[in-house]
């Protein structure tokens, strides 16, 4: 029996760790790391995927439509206009009432009051007030009362008006259609509707010379009282 050379038999060992390696390789298959950075999933080694930027064996998270993105509701808005100023209120002026004789100013119970003497029905007045953003005279206490006489000095209608639904001279009475009759300074004796019979005939007041009010027909052409704040 012959023996091989130390030659022969280190070509063989080598031979068989080569194949040993070569099989060792076909098994040995790492996963390459994750985290590397990509912008789609060809960028990646297989089986990784790009996710949010990134490669990763993990799928990207569910995202939940039924819940939209949205501001903070309590965050203020940005800008927002300043809150509102009251308006200040009109100057004291006969600027802009109608009026075809004198009006002349002056102020009582801390408002501004004009008297003209131009001689007009009551709706026509009325409207001259509401044109000059007021309205006749309302005459609310004596004090006031006192300071409105000082300037009569003829007959001239205040806001006293009477409803139409009244059944008795002395019911139904407000300042113009909206605020109640509380202080009042009637003369002796009226409202009567002329006759001590509510039949609509005297449905407006005038103030007198001595300051006294008196029921008489609306459509009496007097002077008149404009008052606003």
């Known amino acids: 029996m012959s023996l091989a050379s130390p030659t022969v038999t280190l070509m063989r060992t080598v031979a068989r760790c080569a194949a040993l390696l070569g099989v060792l390789a076909g098994c040995y298959n790492p996963s390459p790391p994750e985290g590397a950075s990509c912008e789609t999933t060809v960028q990646c080694p297989t ?7 990134s490669c990763s064996l993990r799928e990207a998270p569910a995202v939940d439509a039924s819940v939209p993105e949205r501001p903070d509701a309590a965050a203020p808005p940005i800008d927002a206009p300043p809150p509102p100023i009251d308006a200040a209120p009109l100057a004291c002026s006969t600027a802009g009432l109608t009026c075809s004789g004198t009006a002349t100013m002056f102020t009582c119970g801390g408002n501004c009051w004009v008297l003209c003497t131009g001689h007009q029905p009551r709706d026509t007045a009325s409207a001259a007030c509401t044109g000059w953003m007021g309205a006749l005279g309302q005459i609310d206490d004596a004090t006031e009362q006192s300071c409105v006489d000082a300037h009569v000095n003829a007959v001239a209608w205040i ?3 009477q409803s139409r639904t009244a059944t008795r001279p002395g019911d139904g009475w407000t300042w113009n259609t909206t605020n109640p009759l509380v202080f009042t300074h009637w003369q002796s004796g009226v409202p009567d509707d002329a006759d001590n019979n509510e ?14 009010w008196d029921d008489v027909t609306c459509g009496s052409s007097i002077n008149f009282f404009c008052e606003r704040p």
């Open 47 to 53: 089986p990784q995927r790009c996710v949010l930027g």
């Open 159 to 161: 806001g006293l008006v």
């Open 199 to 212: 039949n609509g005939s005297e449905q407006c007041a005038k103030i007198q010379t001595d300051g006294t």
